[in-house]
């Protein structure tokens, strides 16, 4: 049977690839054409999108994430978190026990009696999560009904959402677009008048550097800001005609698609990694506002030019240096861009778990022309073509780090890219300097 709370490393499975032909991309200058991405299934080295909850449970603290799962749930979310059990942190797991899994014990009644315990003692909690896990979703628990029968039960008190963070056929920031999927009908309804002129920022970012965009926007005349997720779970934005949609993060299909889908104007634009793709990014929501490119230049020139003087001692150390980039959080692509074009890197191989290329095409457009892009992952063959290469640098999951500096190979871990502040024109130099240290440790180690 199921046992008590335990706040929360699984090796799972990222989304099968789908079909695509040759990647087209319009630039201003004419038609820039990337080789068609390699598509590749089969072995595969991901976190689950339970790793998500870290940094969500951090942004909503009137938000409790419950994942119905196994102990190894339970040890990968305590151990990327950092927290210690006598903390309560805001997660916690339902263990599914051999009962359970064999079909012995009712499942569902053991979730009300733990989720009313929960309650019982945490009545600040005013959303609870329930997260599916891979062990959840084979014993085919269905805990869409169980949330639906726990809001009758609990009713007025919080509300029970439901969301899949399995790493079956996800990688680990898809946790997050889920989890903001699973808000959005709860989003209040605007019409053209109450939703005209509001910008929408989504995907989760450092609270000090959501502060400073805000106050960026707010500068270029933009005066109704909103986030998603919001600080608080019970404050979500309205949404709707007039809403215009600016994606903070590039692994939010679902969401996007889902807010397109309730009246609100995808913004397309580079995402806001460096200095060159976070200036685009603004002047992108700028110019859907019918705000002057002149006002634009004012603002954000001086930023840009001191955000380039930063980013000069990284890139005498990054420049010329060939860098291979594993499949892992979809953030790959933005990375490559930023890496290539501000940096000096040369790209070797551009992998990615998952290519949405509506949502990836102006980061496509802006990507050296003949860059060997991959969408999916066969790990055996990856490795070999990274071997062959011997890139100076690679960015790549934790399980694949350590093997990989035995071979004298430097890494950086992609999941270190989602727990720093690394968005935005003030944030470019550190993001560089992430990519830098690897480089500057192993030089400083070098007895040769």
């Known amino acids: 049977m199921m046992r008590g709370l335990i706040p929360n490393r699984s090796r799972c499975s990222a989304p099968a690839p789908g079909g695509a032909a040759r990647v ?18 089969g072995q595969r080295e991901v976190f689950c999108g339970l790793t998500s909850i870290v940094w969500l449970h951090r942004r909503m603290p009137d938000a409790f994430f419950l994942v119905v799962g196994s102990r190894t749930c339970a040890h990968l979310i305590q151990s990327a978190a950092g927290v210690m059990i006598f903390a309560e942190p805001r997660f916690g797991t339902a263990i599914l026990g051999e009962r359970d899994l064999a079909g012995l014990a009712d499942a569902n009644e053991e979730l009300d009696r733990l989720v009313a315990q929960l309650l019982e003692r945490r009545p600040e909690i005013r959303t609870l999560f329930l997260v599916g896990s891979c062990p959840s979703e084979v014993i085919k628990l269905d805990l869409g009904k169980a949330a639906e029968r726990l ?6 008190q919080v509300r029970v959402l439901n969301y899949s963070g ?19 009908p709860l989003m209040p309804a605007s019409d ?19 502060e400073r965009l805000i106050a960026l926007f707010h500068k270029l005349g933009i005066e109704r800001v909103a986030s998603l997720p919001p600080r608080r779970s019970t404050e979500l934005p309205a949404v709707g ?15 996007a698609r889902a807010l397109v889908d309730r009246g609100a104007e995808l913004i397309r634009a580079p995402y806001p990694l460096g200095v060159e793709g976070s200036r685009a990014w603004m002047a992108a929501a700028a110019a859907a506002f019918n705000i002057p490119a ?6 954000l020139d001086p930023l840009v030019e001191r955000g ?9 150390v990054l420049a010329g240096k060939r860098l291979f980039l594993m499949p892992d959080s979809q953030l790959e692509l933005p990375l490559a861009r930023f890496l290539s074009r501000e940096c000096g890197m040369e790209l070797l191989e551009v992998g990615t778990p998952y290519l949405d290329r509506q949502l990836m095409a102006e980061e496509l457009a802006l990507l050296p022309p003949g860059t060997a892009l991959s969408e999916g992952q066969h790990l055996e063959n990856q490795l070999e073509r990274l071997r062959a290469a011997r890139p100076d640098l690679v960015l790549c999951g934790l399980g694949l780090a350590n093997p990989l500096e035995a071979e004298g190979i430097a890494t950086k871990w992609s999941i270190e890219l989602v727990f720093s502040p690394i968005h935005g024109i ?23």
Request: overall charge neutral; charged content about 20%; proline content about 4%.
């Open 308 to 316: 380039r003087r930063a980013l000069e001692p990284h890139r005498a």
């Open 241 to 255: 005609p007039g809403t215009r949609l600016l994606l903070a993060q590039p692994f939010l299909s679902g969401t």
């Open 192 to 210: 053209q008048g109450t939703a005209q002129d509001q910008l929408l920022i989504v995907g989760t970012l450092a609270d000090a550097v959501e």
């Open 24 to 41: 087209m991309c319009r630039v201003l200058s004419g038609i820039v054409t990337l080789a068609s991405p390699l598509k590749e299934s």
């Open 166 to 184: 399995s790493g079956i056929e996800t990688t680990f920031t898809q946790g997050e677009d889920g989890a903001l999927q699973a808000l959005i």
């Open 426 to 448: 003030d944030q470019a130099a550190d993001l560089a300097e992430l990519f830098a240290r690897p480089l500057r440790r192993r030089t400083a180690l070098s007895f040769a």
């Open 294 to 299: 002149q006002q634009v230049a004012a603002v």
């Open 151 to 156: 809001n009758r039960q609990h009713g007025g």
